[in-house]
């Protein structure tokens, strides 16, 4: 007969589970929630259009021709757009659960992705004098501004 206890204490220690684990009460959950407040998916999608304004700017300066900041500003709005659009449909209250939430974020995700590779293949046709590379920068530039957003979260307190 299988000692079933004996495999469930070394299948904790195998995973690294501390039994020590003590659930937050009531008061402990408040502070960490002020500690750790939510950020707005707005807030990401203002961010991204900020940055892709510099972005746009910057190419432009940088090489004197207006064609180059339009190719970095329609690359940076194949990324806002299409974010933009998914942070509408998440941020909308539905009735279901989790599932239903888990599959609508994946339905969601799945349509910003095609918005975003239908506005690269309309950019020859929508931007005149298009410039691949600084399209490609401002896209990539402004899609990385997800990780900086992330890691430089300025309301966030740490702990001592």
């Known amino acids: 007969m299988k000692n079933y206890a004996a495999d469930t204490d070394a ?4 995973e690294g589970e501390d039994s020590d684990f003590k659930p937050l009460t009531s008061e402990e959950a408040q502070e960490w929630r002020a500690r750790n407040p939510q950020m707005s998916v707005w807030r990401f999608v ?10 746009a700017l910057v190419a432009w300066l940088v090489t004197g021709r207006a064609e180059v900041g339009w190719s970095a500003a329609y690359g ?5 757009l299409p974010a933009a659009l998914f942070a509408r449909a998440v941020v909308r209250k539905r009735p279901g659960g989790a599932a239903a939430a888990m599959v609508g974020i994946f339905g969601w995700e799945l349509v910003k992705l095609v918005l975003c ?3 690269l293949a309309a950019a020859p046709k929508l ?17 990385k501004t997800y990780w900086v957003a992330l890691i430089v979260r ?3 307190r740490k702990t001592d």
């Open 46 to 55: 203002v961010v991204q259009a900020v940055v892709g304004v510099l972005v």
């Open 117 to 119: 590779i239908a506005m």
């Open 11 to 14: 299948d904790r220690e195998l």
């Open 127 to 143: 931007v005149p004098g298009l410039s691949w590379l600084a399209l490609l920068a401002g896209l990539v530039i402004v899609m």
């Open 76 to 80: 940076a709005l194949s990324v806002v």
């Open 154 to 156: 300025a309301n966030v």
